[in-house]
């Protein structure tokens, strides 16, 4: 038994392979290093450099590393740039997946654990959103991840396959000291590295109809994520059932503010945040429950928000 991880050299992909490991689960990395990076991959791990829409190459390593299921992470993930590049979104996540779920059907290989997203959901009219909760992606980037599921459940009906997806908002933190987000658009990484170069952080709005004003959203720590990754494909391995798909949430979120004081804490450096106007269209919550993956996935949220700060502080601050 042996688990193909895409993507495998990027930030979560990385951690997902090392929750595989843990497991008791042989692993092989594939990744194009568009955005991994291969010392994200362990040395004892079977790392293959390339990308998902080489199908002879998929397929391949799925016959060489007798391989019998994917943890299908990779992707083009940045949903904001994908309103402007969305042929290259699509390509990435549409016809990498279809080219992936075919060298799989060629290779006889049918079980897939699928890094969806929240974003499938778009700004949805509820408080918590579950997993039944309409969909109505708003980028490219959500409308090709909900693509992917449909792909995946043609597949259960065509050939069978034992596949679940599942959805998440903001992935932070770090597992690994040695393993840090280098997303150029996500909050962490850019709060990090503002205080790095001496700026001061913003905040985009504090007139939400929130707590303390400023948007609530869902944020749950890297390794939390790859562990219900690395169960959902113990049971799928094992036969057993499980939904389609999972929300992998807190079910009460955090703001904005409460991030930049929690950055405050754990970088040690103190600051006031500027107050900037509004982005257009971001909406006051969006936090996801996580009620069917505990139950089924062994999901919780087992680092506070402080921890998800310090983790992620010190593996960047290793490369600083």
């Not at 992909?13 to 595989?20: D, E, F, N, T």
């Not at 792909?151 to 597992?175: H, Q």
């Not at 971001?282 to 009620?291: H, L």
Request: aromatic share 8%; glycine share 10%.
């Amino acid at each position: 038994m042996s688990w193909l991880v895409t993507g495998g050299a990027g930030y979560i992909g990385s951690h997902v392979v090392r929750a595989l490991r843990a497991a008791d689960i042989d692993t092989v990395a594939l990744d194009d290093l568009s955005s991994g990076f291969r010392s994200f991959v362990p040395d004892d791990v079977p790392f293959v450099e390339g990308t998902i829409l080489d199908g002879e190459l998929v397929a391949r390593t799925i016959r060489e590393h007798g391989v019998t299921g994917v943890v299908h992470v990779a992707g083009f993930k940045y949903a904001g740039v994908s309103v402007e590049r969305p042929l290259h979104t699509y390509e990435q996540n549409v016809t990498g997946m279809a080219t992936l779920l075919r060298a799989m059907a060629d290779a006889d290989v049918d079980k897939v654990v699928f890094s969806s997203s929240a974003a499938v959901y778009g700004t949805p009219d509820v408080e918590t959103v579950v997993e039944s909760t309409p969909k109505n992606p708003e980028s490219p980037y959500g409308e090709s991840k909900l693509i992917g599921e449909w792909l995946l459940k043609d597949m259960e009906v065509a050939r069978g396959f034992t596949t679940t997806s599942l959805r998440y908002f903001n992935v932070v933190g770090s597992g690994v000291p040695d393993l840090y987000d280098a997303s150029p658009h996500n909050l962490f990484p850019l709060v990090f590295d503002a205080l790095l170069a001496g700026r001061i952080p913003r905040i985009n709005g504090d007139d939400y109809a929130t707590p303390d004003g400023t948007c609530v959203r869902d944020y749950v720590h890297v390794a939390d994520l790859a562990h219900s990754h690395a169960i959902a494909a113990a049971k799928l391995e094992a036969g057993e059932p499980l939904d389609r798909a999972y929300n992998l949430g807190s079910g009460d979120g955090v703001s904005v503010r409460q991030i930049m004081d929690a950055m405050a804490r754990g970088t040690g450096i103190p600051f006031e945040p500027e107050i900037a106007p509004r982005r257009a269209g971001d909406p006051d919550r969006i936090v996801a429950t996580g009620e069917a993956a505990a139950r089924d996935l062994d999901w919780a949220m087992r680092h506070t928000l402080d921890e998800m700060v310090s983790s992620a502080w010190e593996a960047r601050r290793r490369v600083a």
